[in-house]
T-cell receptor, first 113, second 114 residues
């Protein structure tokens, strides 16, 4: 699975959009980009994933660049409850993969009042 | 609530002892994953079971073992415990039919070895 690079930490004002970047310059054509988050010692929580098109769900939007070498997770209106460590993970989906996820160090997002 | 249940939530024991952590996956999920999270190592993948059989192995020590039972619940056994085994242990489950990458994590078992 391709390696990802994320900033160690970021701040965001409450009510503003939080934009979390992720670099995955060695991504392969069949690898998806996944985002998870972990709120203070709770179990990680799935947020969103995508292959090459932008994706949106009730939690967030995922913007993937055309060359797929980087992506941005957008939390449109951050709240204090969004303070967490956000993990960007690149992996192959489908039956050729065991299903496991390999987590990096992630980005600690601090949402401030 | 992810639907994944882990017990116990907290466990304190001494070095050299043996403990068992238990995980009940979401109803219908066939895969169970175990992760270890310590302060200096982040989330480390330990092992995965699919429908009772070992499917993938990560950085799991020989002192640790796991199994998945016919009812699909799983147990992680940690033996000859050392201070460095103190950590949060997470279990996750997934349906795994399409391998979409969406894993559902439990709230973890916090192990403290004194």
């Amino acid at each position: 699975d391709a390696k990802t690079t994320q900033p160690t930490s970021m701040d965001c004002a409450e009510g503003r959009a939080a934009n979390l970047p992720c670099n995955h310059s060695t991504i392969s054509g069949n690898e998806y980009v996944y985002w998870y988050r972990q709120i203070h010692s709770q179990g990680p929580q799935y947020i969103i994933h995508g292959l090459k098109n932008n994706e949106t769900n009730e939690m967030a939007s995922l913007i993937i660049t055309e060359d797929r070498k980087s992506s941005t997770l957008i939390l449109p209106h951050a709240t204090l409850r969004d303070t967490a460590v956000y993990y960007c993970i690149v992996r192959v989906a489908g039956s050729s993969n065991t299903g496991k996820l390999i987590f990096g160090q992630g980005t600690t997002l601090q949402v401030k009042p | 609530d992810s639907g994944v249940t882990q017990t116990p939530k907290h466990l304190i024991t001494a070095t050299g002892q043996r403990v068992t952590l238990r995980c009940s996956p979401r109803s219908g999920d066939l895969s169970v994953y175990w992760y270890q999270q310590s302060l200096d190592q982040g989330l480390q993948f330990l092992i995965q079971y699919y429908n009772g059989e070992e499917r993938a192995k990560g950085n799991i020590l020989e002192r640790f073992s796991a199994q998945q039972f016919p009812d699909l619940h799983s147990e992680l056994n940690l033996s000859s415990l050392e201070l460095g085994d103190s950590a949060l242990y997470f279990c996750a489950s997934s349906v795994d039919k399409l391998n979409t990458g969406e894993l559902f994590f439990g709230e973890g078992s916090r192990l403290t070895v004194l």
